[in-house]
Every structure is written in structure tokens, then in C-alpha cells.
């Protein structure tokens, strides 16, 4: 019965495919159905007018785990995702700011509910499938569906309600939303409108779990992003090729993307990644360490470095603010004693020494920091939150304020005391993997020493420090980063909100557990309604302020966007958001007389 | 009488190379573990006698290094203003072998600092992180094999003294010790520990779980030469006299193992200093700051510093005389106690 089913299928879409590859390869000479001449609406690019052909080769650190969009929830999925899939409005990752995609134009009613979307006319997906209003309305279905538990469907809940699609004709679909969202279109960003042609029939079966696989046959799947699968080694390669359905074009005419294939070779880590790009195997790298970078920038032959300033990664400091209840060791609640006291988090804060950390973990190519927003985002930093400067007496007054005390050793060492005369000593877990982090452990480290604080540094493999933090919560400080995927703090919510997985510091909270949690809650959730940009903007800065007030997380330092292209890449233009260096792939060429034949 | 004086130059020379480390405080010119962060990644500096102008100075000095202006990593010398390396100076407390408070180092300058063999990412110095991180190493391989040969000894003897189903019982055990992969079954124990361990407790974590590891083959040796004794002509003549067994294995038998014991400790010692290295190397010892020669190397696991800094190799280098001493030490134990045959697997653990 299935092979039936599947052989069918076959005869169905050979000739699909090729009747549109005529379409597209020369004009046609025998008369087609009216359907099949509808003028495509092209999005026309503005920019330097590239050279087709070619190939081109990144590096990703590690395997994707799939290409279904529904089920990715690692970085390397993610990055092979958005150069296959498109959304219906897009963020320009360079410019910061909305701009028409698969939606050629939208309307928000005057109230603020409703979202009108005209697709553009014409367009199909990389199997040659065309697009139209059905496609969409399915694809938030499944976003939606409980069932299918897709990451996106959190966004897709406004005020507890889920956003409702309908039809308005075959390109039109209007969106209508329970009370007003502060985001706006951007809402859109990142939701890649799924083939229901490809997927309704797995949908209907519940297996939409187990599409998409990497090993998924080249013409079982589609999307209606610049490239389309063509083939999958395992454990080496994932090989795209050019979709020549793809609805964007340049200022002359010719459609995007220019080259024939991208690339994307497996390698197990950072090193090897830079190792590659070095020996020219790849045209392309982003995500470098400074050291890397420095390195790199150092030998350079026939590449160029580019640092493409702060971006919107945050590394900070939090100590254990959970409440276990009667759970609670007599030693976590001796520790908690210490972690709650806001003057002994501000003297943590005041004694470390942020500058250093630029320098000697970053190289120099970071910013210190001291509130959540990174400097890379320069809409949203609120500018009169204070830089309190580095230094140990203020930190030893508010540990004098607060209650703590000092013996002095033999060797003319000092031991911070509490109020009951406990030497003060805890661990600070990081993330092994991360060379960055456990740099600016050690530093910290050394500073604490200064103020009589014995601090012990365990690096731990990067899933069980997540897993010791959010489920199992026996530790006692912790360093990690988080970069934001846009620069509007929305993106950065579930560390915002008390209820939220990412408000590290005591996660997932029925209630919020002190009064400023619960301001913080108030301005965010205000703040997300509220309509205008200078409403949005006053309400994030003063949570900004609350936060850092009370420092439950106490902020370090931000990286800078650092990567590298062969000189004969054109069109290379890193950005400070995700994806670095592949945002505008399509519109990356292979300069005139070069071959990038290598593999 | 060649043996002996081969054997006495090699203990000389190993009783020199322990005391630089066991002293490394007063040979050490800072604390291994002071930052210096105007000085990451520095080089190493060099002993001058003459200065820029062409002058001789019969005290020997050093350049000051200075960042260069917008660079992380770049030095330029100082070359106006020599820096006279003093001695016998008064600098940073420490304890001479680790109970004598003192302050007094060997060599050191008066205005800046000297970095002998440079500095590492945190611009702490190489050279008192080499001497300080000797003694982890070092003593991390001596008591190691103390253990082992001490749980050997037992074990071996009563296997070898009692013979029967307790020595095959304590063979098969042995056989299956040695079958085991070590470094990986060091990793799985190593990760059982608690998480956060202070330096101390897991130095002796690492020492025992080392120790404890590597018994199964002085075992056999020592059966192997109880066994062998235990039918000697002497030994037999001693029993016929009525010796009792705590008379015979004290007097006799024991007495006969001391140069299999001996020759296996030569072998041992820098086996487990390599092991200690190898847990540290990859971030299984004492943790930081303290300094070993394991997780002084660490940082050569990142290819920017592999590529960058050559002299953080150098602890590398710092263990090759160690070794040689041991292991010239081993081979002369070995040529005197030739009567007895002795496995020489070396690297091996």
C-alpha cells in the first residue's frame, strides 16, 4: 500500500517541476494555463549588482539536528534554517528594522488588533509549488497546534490568548490579536511559512515530529528561502543549491541568490573552524573569539578581518536566589543569607573589574557592562544607568553596611566573615566548553580574593550546568551569556519576567518573589502593549534602572561581532544579529576571475 | 663499583632537581598565583651585560616591557632604563616548605618585575607558576607511588606467602586491574567526586584515586620474588630450624623484595606525575589558580595560545630532566639488583 502511495507521489511531482523549470528556464512557445503566467512580484535589492555562479563554503561547529523549522532549537539548525525558509516580514539584520518579505505590504488596523498582509503575487516554493494564502494559514496552524509543541507558538501568544489567521482572499490573510503588542510586524520575523503541500499530509498523521531529517530526500522537501537542499553527508557536509524560485532580485533585474551552492562543512569546534578558513577550505567565518581573531588578523593572506563592534551577546554573574523551601541544606541557606543581601550582590558588583575583562579575555574588542542591554543595541540602552567604577573600598563599606567582618590569617590573608562569623566561600560554575567565561571566572576570582571571599571555580560540560541552574538548582553562582536574537527586548522576555525559563537567577516563578521582580513584571508586561516607541522605551528604562539596582544579575562584558571573508567574497557585510555573516547570502558573490573551487 | 657511582650521580642529581622545586618559594621570585594584568601573554625576558650605549655592567640587568600603545599582546623594551637584577631580596610572604614563614627570594627587581620565562593570560609568572606547580606535580607522583607500592607490597606478599586459592583470587584480580582502560576509569572516578572541591582536598582526591589505580603490577613482582625466596636454600635451612613465618618473612623473604620495590618506585614515580598531569591537563586536578604542571599547560588546548606564545610550552620542557633522573635511576637500580628480573614497561600505566 505505502509504496503505491509514494510512487504516486513521484509522477506527481516530476512533472511539476519540470513544467516550471520551463517556465522559468525560456519563454514559452506552447500556450500555458492562465495560473502559470501570473507575473511574479520580484523584491528588488538595492546594492552592488554581483557576478552569478560559483560556490560557496562555510564551516558550522557540529551536525544540525534537522531542517524542520517546528522542532530546531540549536544555534547550527537554526543558521542551515533561515538561508532554506523565509518569513512574511523580515528584520534587516544590518539597518535593525522591519522591511517587506513573502508580504509585500501590511496594515495594522487603527486599534492596533489587526495585522492585513498581502502576500506578493506569484511566488513559489523551491519545488516549484506555488505559494498562496492556504500555505500561510496552515503554517500558523501547526505553530499553534499544541500538539506539534513548536517553539514558536510562545510568540504567538498574546496576553494568553493565541493570535487567530483568516483568510481575506487567495494572497491576503489578516491576523488578529487579543490586546496590543508593542513589537509590531516584528512579530513576524523568523516564522518561516511552511509547503503545505509538502507537510499537511504528516500533520494530519501527527508525524510532523520526523520531517524534515536531514536525510530527507532533496525533492521531499522545500521552502522559500534563497537555497534548497541538495545533498547530505553525514557527519561531513550539507551541500544547498541555488533555488531558482527565489523571489528577491537585484537593481538590474537578474534574481538572487548568485551562487550555485553553499556549503556547509561539519567540524567539531571554534579551532578547527578557524584552522579551516585559514588553509582557504572555507570563504567565510563568524563567531570568533578575540584570540582567534587575533590570530587570524595577524597572517592575513588573501582574507580580510572585520570587527563589526559590540553585539547584543551578555555575559553576567548570578548567585542562587531560589527558594527551595524546607529542601534547603543548612549550608544553601547559610550561603542564601549572603546571596540575598542586596549590598553583598552591589559589593560583588563594585569589586569586579570589568575593564580587565576587556582586555585580557575580549582583547580589547568588547564593552564592560552594567545593565542588560547590550551596547550593540542602540535603540534600547537607557544611557543614564549608572557605571559605578571599579574599586574595593566601596565594596568593603557595603559589606561593613551589611553586616560582614574581617579576621585576619597568619600570612597577612583576610577572610571576609558574616554576621555569625562564617567564613564566606562559595563556588562559581561555568561552562567548560567556553574558554571566554572561565577567563572571566578566574579574574573574578582573584578580585573576590581581594575583598576576603574564597571562590572556587568548577568548570562543567554546558548541558548539565543548564540542568544544574534551571531543574536540579544546587549551586551557588554561576557565569553564562545570552545573545539576544534582535535588538527588541522582547527577544530578551524569559529573563525579564519573573515566570520566565531564562530569569536565571530563580526561574519559572508562580509568583514573583520580592516587590521588585514584581515592578519589573509590571513594566514589562506594560511595556509590551504600550503603542508608541517612547512609551515602550521610558518603561524598559526604568526596568532597566530596577534591575540594575537590585543586581541579581551582575553584568560584565560584551563581545564584539568579530568575522572574515576571502577578499573574493563581495557583498560581505557582517552584522552584529544572528546569522553574522549569512543574512544577506544571497546577495554574496564570487568576485570576477575568482575560483573558490576548493572543498 | 661503576654502578654504584652511576647510581649515586643520578641520586645527586635528582636530589638537586626536588630541592629547586621544595624550595620554590625562596628560588620563585613572586606568588604563582598574583595577576599582573598590565602584562598578559609577556615573554619571556632576557639577562643583559651590556647596555644600549655599548657599556658593561658586571651586575646583570633586564629591559622593562611595555604594551605597546592599542596592542594586547605586543611588547616593546624599555631600553633606556636598565633594570640591575637584584638578590637576596625581600618580596612577596610565602612558606618555605610550607611551614617556615619567609620573605627572602633569590633574585628579583627593584622598580618593576622580572618575568624570566614570560607570563601567562593573566600575566602571572611563568617561572614561579613552573617551580610552585613542581611541587603539585612532584608530590602528586611521590605519594602515588608510596600508595601503590604500599598496597602492592601487601598484597603481593600474601599472595606470595600463602599461595593457594588466595593467590590465584588476588592474580585474577590483578589481571583484571591491569586490563582496565586507566585514564578512562580515572575520568569516570574523577567525575563522581563532588563538584567543588578546594584545592587541597582534591590534590589528595587525585593522589589517591592515582595510587590506588596502579598496584596490580608491583603485586606480581612481589609474589613473583616472595614465591622465588619462599624455596630458597637458607630460607628452607632457617624453617628445618624452626623460624616461625612472622621470623621467616621478616628476616628473609622481605628483605629480598626491596630491590624489585625499589626499581618499581624509580618507574612509578614519573608514570604518575605524568598521570597527575594528564588529569590536570584536561581539567580533572587541582583546579585553578593553583599551579601544576598539568593545567600549566592547559591553555595549549586553545590554538590561538599554540600559535601565539611559544614559552608557554616551556613547563613541557621543565619535567624532561625529571624524568631522564628517574628513569637513569631506574635502569641503575635495575643493573644493581640484576639477580632479579624486572619488567621495564615504562609508559605504560
Known sequence: MKRVTANLKCCWICPTVLLSLFVFVGPPAIAFPQEQITKEELLVLPGEVGRPGGRLVVSLRGEPKTLNPLIAADARSREVIGVMQADLVHINRARQQTEPALAKSWKISPDGLSYTIVLRQGLKFSDGQPLDADDVLFTFRVYLDENVHAPQRDLLIVSGKPITVRKADAHTVVFQLAKTYGVGERLFDGLAILPRHLLEKPYQEGKLGQSGSLATAADQWAGLGPFRLKEYVAGQRLVLERNPYYWKSDAQGNRLPYVDELVFLFVPNADAQVLKFQSGETDMISQLGAENFSVLSRQQRGYTMTDAGPGLEYNFLFFNLNDAGEKTSPEMQRKQKWFREVKFRQAVSAAVDREAIVRLVYQGRGAALWGLVAPGNRRWGNEKLPHPAWSFERARALLKEAGFSWSNGPNGESTLLDSDGKPVEFSILTSSSNADRAKMAALIQDDLKQLGMRVQVVPLESRSLLDRVTQSRDYDACIMGIASYDADPNSDISVWLSSGGLHLWNPSQAHPATPWEAEIDRLIEEQMSARTFEQRKKLYDRAQEILAENQPMIFLASPNILAGAKNSIGNFRPAVLEPYVLWNVEQLYLKNGTENATR | ?349
Request: a positive charge.
Open chain 2, 1 to 349: 663499583m661503576r654502578v654504584r657511582r652511576v647510581l649515586t650521580r643520578w641520586l645527586v642529581t635528582l636530589g638537586v632537581l626536588h630541592g629547586i622545586v621544595g624550595f620554590a618559594g625562596f628560588f620563585a621570585p613572586y606568588d604563582p598565583v598574583e595577576q599582573d594584568r598590565k602584562s598578559p601573554y609577556l615573554p619571556p625576558m632576557r639577562f643583559h651585560l651590556i647596555d644600549g650605549q655599548g657599556h658593561f655592567h658586571a651586575r646583570p640587568f633586564v629591559y622593562a616591557l611595555k604594551l605597546r600603545e592599542g596592542s594586547f599582546d605586543r611588547y616593546v623594551e624599555n631600553t633606556t632604563e636598565p633594570q640591575p637584577v637584584r638578590f637576596f631580596m625581600k618580596g612577596a610572604r610565602y612558606r618555605l616548605l610550607g611551614f617556615l614563614p619567609c620573605r627572602r627570594h633569590l633574585f628579583g627587581l627593584e622598580n618593576t618585575r622580572i618575568y624570566l620565562l614570560g607570563t601567562d593570560a593573566y600575566g602571572r609568572d611563568q617561572l614561579s607558576r613552573l617551580l610552585f606547580g613542581g611541587q603539585v606535580s612532584l608530590l602528586a607522583g611521590l605519594l602515588g607511588a608510596g600508595i601503590t607500592l604500599s598496597i602492592g607490597l601487601c598484597i603481593g606478599a600474601v599472595a606470595g606467602s600463602f599461595g593457594g586459592w588466595r593467590d590465584s583470587l588476588l592474580m585474577r584480580l590483578a589481571e583484571l586491574f591491569m586490563a582496565l582502560p586507566w585514564l578512562y576509569v580515572l575520568f569516570a572516578i574523577r567525575a563522581f567526586l563532588p563538584l567543588a572541591v578546594s584545592p587541597l582536598r582534591a590534590f589528595f582526591l587525585i593522589i589517591t584515586v592515582i595510587g590506588i589505580v596502579g598496584w596490580a603490577r608491583p603485586a606480581r613482582l612481589v609474589r613473583g620474588v616472595v614465591l622465588s625466596a619462599k624455596e630458597r636454600d637458607f630460607v628452607r635451612a632457617a624453617r628445618g630450624f624452626g623460624a616461625t613465618h612472622g621470623y621467616l618473612f621478616r628476616r628473609h623473604i622481605l628483605p629480598e623484595t626491596s630491590s624489585v620495590l625499589l626499581t618499581q618506585a624509580a618507574i612509578l614515580i614519573p608514570q604518575y606525575v605524568l598521570a597527575e598531569m594528564t588529569l590536570s591537563f584536561l581539567g580533572l586536578g587541582v583546579p585553578e589558580p593553583v599551579p601544576s604542571w598539568g593545567n600549566l599547560l592547559s591553555s595549549l588546548q586553545q590554538y590561538s595560545v599554540l600559535v601565539s606564545y611559544w614559552w608557554i610550552y616551556l613547563p613541557a620542557l621543565a619535567m624532561v630532566p625529571f624524568f631522564l633522573g628517574y628513569l637513569g635511576l631506574a635502569s641503575s637500580l635495575q643493573e644493581r639488583g640484576a639477580a632479579y628480573k624486572i619488567e621495564s614497561r615504562i609508559w605504560g600505566i
